[in-house]
């Protein structure tokens, strides 16, 4: 990085850039036509792609494109023509969560660098370094990391950090939501987030209403650290990224603006005293849910909540006043580039205007002046006419004049002159940031179908029914879930006997890592002893790319697999897994038949029933109601609908789980699904009885493995995405 530390700001039009960059945007993050994670914003096509990053780049300014979504392999098969001829324009980087798009952006992008989007989660060193090695050039930390978190970071690894400043938070971990798209069918993992978590909820416990200040339970309030960028850019970060590609231009330049005042103060004098009416300007753009200072100084908190206020945008009472003034300034105002220039003009040789500025120059050639014969050409005259560059882009802030005396040269000559030199200079700075083509390759081929016709795998988040379910002779597999153990203790001394009981069965026994990765974890799984017990389960189930990356740091030998969350979207994806040793990856949810056929079953797990996990938050809701017991127990959201979403708080490692409200059902569809040929499919227990474990167990085998038409135990189910999908 350069000494400046950069500012990123959201670009969801081509008017927003340029509001941007006036307003004093180092780098703008824009999105195209396809692959972006606003899918519903201004996005310029190829040739205003083009157009921007020509802008950026005459202001040596950076444009990053966003192709931050999860890509089927119908769509990663467009994924060479939509970036090339970016590619070749300059573009600057790709900010990227699929790892299927990481690999192929990688090997047939040379030189373009790849930024691992906060979609992706990564919570720590070990994460960074990983995605570091991977060809990351720069990593988005998760939005919950604190201060303390990010230093430790910034001083294991030396990838470029970018953290958000300023704008809406996520109540859940990016990356980790599937409730829009449960629940609403529009994936937020797609760019189409509708926001149901904006939406007012009741809080329940053992079946009453919980009182909560507020039932807007999902909506945190918008982040501004304005008063922290000293802290920030001590602890190592690299780049302030705004969000908002969503808002109106005049929003992005007015916070973008603040946050460079802020900046440039603090670099310049070591200090940072924002003035009572830059704070209160900031403010006033954008009043919908309060702010807050984020995750920097708090793991969670009721005070970061926007419990009564709801989630519709650009409501009323805005200050219009300074809006305008900010749209008449940054969108109406001409943001030109700064250029040298000198003027030869001599009867002997035709007109010459040099332009000029740094290591770029280009020199043109106009019409030969004439002896005058009434009234000579002025040196006023003639630069006047030379800076008259509007419209261009350019200014001129030094213009040399060579002039022989009593010549003639008609002013249309000189505009001519100017005209061509401008052209010729602007192609010239192009020229400076092209690149050819990208290499080609062939997409990753599918992984080779098993060839066994049934292998049973069942998931447990408690114990309970461990016994019953070994007892079972067509299950393969168990998995025990990480909270299935009531502590770390409990993980240490309960671990081998669980282990013995499924191998006493003949059934292979795997541990589910958490689903996030923190500091809690770290101390969690100390490897002095920690390790030893991982070591004796037959191998782990990861959730993270931290995990893969902490497990390998401390050469784990076991058998390693990716759950649903590390996303296989794509053949990319899982050749890049495969690549990695992974024994395993799980089918995403948000996939449906026809897209798991053509991307291949070989290789992968299917999850056939279980309460969906919606989203994974470091909120709590037991915290933020009824107070921090630092006990598991199950709460239960209620919609407008008087649907009950199961919340679980996992103290251990300091998050919330919500479930979806009726479980995923396929065992009706088990002739299909065996045509897929998956290496086996998965029963996905949460907070079942035991006796409905058996029950659905039983069902599920005699679906799968006893070729019987089962009888359905359960009334209330969904499909999921198997028959729907998402768009």
Known sequence: MENRTELLAPAGSYEGMTAAFSAGADAVYIGGTRFGARAYAENPDGEGLKRAIQYAHMRKRKLYLTVNTLLKDAEMEELYHFL????????????????????????????????????MGITGAYGAEFLKKEGASRVVLARELSLSEIRAVDERTDVELECFVHGALCFCYSGQCLFSSMVGGRSGNRGRCAQPCRLSYDLLQNGSVVHTDGSYLLSPKDICTLDQIPALIKSGVDSMKIEGRMKRPEYAAGVVRAYRRAIDRFLESGQNPVAPQERKELLDLYRRRGYCEG???????????????SGKTDEPGQNEKLLQNLKEQYLFGEDTVKINGKLILSKRKPAILEV???????????????????????????????????????????????????????????????????????????ERDLRGPGKTRALASAREESSRTCAIHVSVENRDSLSQLCAIPQIDAIYIDCSAFSSREDFLASSGKQIELCHASKKRCLYIMPWIFRAKALQYYRWEDAGPVLEQYDGVLLRSQEEYAFLTAHGYRRE?????????????????????????????????????????CGGSEL??????????????????????????QILFLRDRKKKRFAVKNICMFCYNIIYNSVPLELADHARQIQTLRPSGVRLQFTAEEKETVLCVTKAYIAAFCGQERPKREIKEFTRGHFERGVE
């Not at 009234?375 to 022989?404: D, H, N, V």
């Open 84 to 119: 090339n001829p970016l590619y070749m324009e300059g573009l600057d980087a790709v900010i990227v969560q699929d790892m299927g798009v990481l690999r192929y952006v990688r090997d047939v992008f040379p030189g373009l660098h790849i930024h691992a989007s906060t979609q």
């Open 356 to 430: 000029y500025f740094g290591d770029v120059r280009s020199t043109v050639c106009g019409m030969q002046p004439q002896a005058a014969k009434t009234r000579p050409l002025t040196e006023e005259e003639a630069k006047k006419q030379i800076r008259k560059t509007g419209g261009s882009g350019f200014s001129f802030e030094k213009l040399e004049l060579e002039m022989e005396e009593d010549l003639f040269l008609p002013l249309q000559a000189l505009n001519e002159l100017r005209r061509k030199a401008l052209d010729a200079f602007r192609e010239k700075l192009r």
């Open 607 to 632: 999850i056939v029933y279980g309460y969906q996990p919606l989203m994974v938050s470091a909120q709590c809701q037991q915290k933020n109601s009824i107070g921090c017991k630092k006990r598991t």
């Open 295 to 309: 995750y920097y100084f708090q793991h969670n908190g009721r005070d970061m909540m926007a419990l009564d206020k």
């Open 560 to 600: 390693m697999a990716a759950d649903w969350n590390l996303y296989t979207f794509n053949r990319e994806a899982q050749a890049f897994w495969r690549e990695k040793g992974l024994a395993f990856d799980t089918v995403p949810p948000e996939l449906n038949f026809r897209e798991i056929q053509k991307r291949g």
